[in-house]
């Protein structure tokens, strides 16, 4: 029987814990897989973490409670639960019942016969409100600009072990494990998912915090803005040499006057020079913040 890891970040949903517990218990009974699920508890502020262990009194599944002394953000409270698993195939749920356990065995299946690293639920319809939605569309097409495209990821996903190497011993604070995931893959897929209404009713994550994640992540975890600089400084410094010349042409064919010539040239080549030394600058600081974050690690996917 085949083992799997499952990593479920939970945060504030003692609501949802139960109901949780018997659907994982319900198809254990009747699985392919061997089961072993990591809870990690993100700093939650009402009574989940006991409410978890409660339950898991009957829990037909092998599990290990992992409890975050305050709230980090699911992404870090996954990367954390990545450093506890230790079999070959691991899969991510979120724990508000939006996610059914069961369809990780049609993404196991379609991983198999696409010989894939890193399977992804495909959402048919996703259950968020609308705005949510539409800001998870902006945040895609923003973050392609970096060279990558994020339109298939979700939070439900199904991996092999080499796709978290980066991820195994990361210690810090990580705002977008997908970015380590994709980087680990060498072949992503995705596979049809059903995706149900939230049972509390409304996301915990409010318009403001989820505005504030997705800043985070393309400022914190993206190398965008760094980018953006650097390409900014080139071109103006290219813009500002070709005005400086044309400048000097004018003066030389129609004569205008020696001191708005030489000034406006002096302002125009130093201010380009400046900017394409920040843009160089700007280009070595990436490079040295995508080191830092390990984006550039190499991936071993299978030793023998």
């Not at 990780?104 to 299946?109: D, P, R, V």
């Not at 895609?140 to 092999?160: A, E």
């Not at 813009?239 to 406006?264: H, N, W």
Request: charge should be positive.
């Amino acid at each position: 029987m085949k083992e799997l890891d499952i990593v479920i970040p939970v945060y504030n949903s003692s609501y949802s814990i139960g109901p949780l517990i018997e659907k994982i218990n319900h198809w254990a009974e009747k699985s392919v897989l061997n089961l072993h699920v990591i809870f990690v508890d993100d700093g939650s502020q009402d009574n989940t973490y006991n409410v978890l262990k409660e339950h898991l009194i009957t829990a037909k599944f092998k599990y290990q409670t992992i409890k975050l002394a305050k709230n980090y953000g699911q992404h870090t409270a996954t990367a954390i639960g990545f450093s506890y698993t230790t079999n070959k195939l691991i899969a991510t749920i979120d724990d508000d019942l939006q996610h059914d356990p069961s369809d990780i065995e049609n993404m196991y299946e379609y991983m198999i016969q696409n010989n894939c690293d890193l399977v992804y639920g495909n959402f048919e319809t996703k259950e968020h409100h609308f705005i949510r939605n539409l800001g998870t569309k902006i945040l895609q097409k923003i973050l392609k600009l970096d060279g990558r495209d994020y339109k298939m990821v979700t939070s439900y996903r199904l991996m092999k072990s080499s796709a978290i190497s980066v991820l195994k011993n990361k210690s810090n604070k990580v705002y977008f494990i997908d970015d380590y995931l994709l980087m680990g893959a060498s072949k992503v897929g995705t596979c049809p998912v059903y995706h149900a209404k939230s049972q509390s009713g409304t996301s915990r994550y409010s318009n403001w915090k989820l505005m504030k994640m997705a800043i985070s992540i393309v400022v914190l975890h993206s190398s965008l803005p760094l980018k953006l600089i650097s390409r900014f400084g080139l071109l103006m410094s290219f813009v500002f040499f070709i005005t400086g010349c044309s400048y000097i042409y004018q003066k030389l064919v129609f004569g205008l006057e020696i001191g708005f010539t030489s000034l406006i040239v002096t302002i125009f080549f130093t201010t380009g020079l400046i900017l394409f030394s920040l843009g160089i600058i700007g280009e070595y600081i990436r490079r040295i913040w995508v080191s830092k974050q390990g984006l550039d690690s190499i991936i071993i996917s299978e030793v023998c």
